[in-house]
Nanobody, 121 residues
Framework: QVQLVESGGGLVQPGGSLRLSCAAS????????MGWYRQAPGKQRELVAVITSGDSTNYADSVKGRFTISRDNAKNTVSLQMNSLKFEDTAVYYC???????????????WGQGTQVTVSA
């Protein structure tokens, strides 16, 4: 059973910083892309940032220059450093990873349970 477990959400003032982390566990053969998505109330889930197994990154325009995604392949973790947070960054943030587990032939997408990030004065 593959699981993604997130940590690091919380309440922060505008201009502040938070760091989200996500750890993949279980019988994993390999992990392809890892990323972060977010969903604000009344809105669709959107991509925030993604990082490939070769450490190439891609960011939503709204977070470029403020957020940094990184991964540790030895620990099967992905992190999102969020700086200069704005009100509009408030959302539930979800970790996503494309993982090939032992029990399946093909890789498939897995999701974390979500962690709340609230930016408020």
């Amino acid at each position: 059973q593959v699981q993604l477990v997130e940590s690091g959400g919380g309440l922060v003032q505008p201009g502040g910083s938070l760091r989200l982390s996500c750890a993949a566990s279980g019988d994993i053969v390999y992990i392809n892309d890892m990323g972060w998505y977010r969903q604000a109330p009344g809105k669709q889930r959107e991509l925030v940032a993604v990082i490939t197994s070769g450490d190439s990154t891609n960011y939503a325009d709204s977070v470029k220059g403020r957020f940094t995604i990184s991964r540790d392949n030895a620990k099967n973790t992905v992190s999102l450093q969020m700086n200069s947070l704005k009100f509009e960054d408030t959302a539930v943030y979800y970790c996503n990873a494309n993982i090939r587990p032992v029990i399946y032939v093909n890789a498939r997408d897995y999701w974390g349970q979500g962690t709340q990030v609230t930016v408020s004065a």
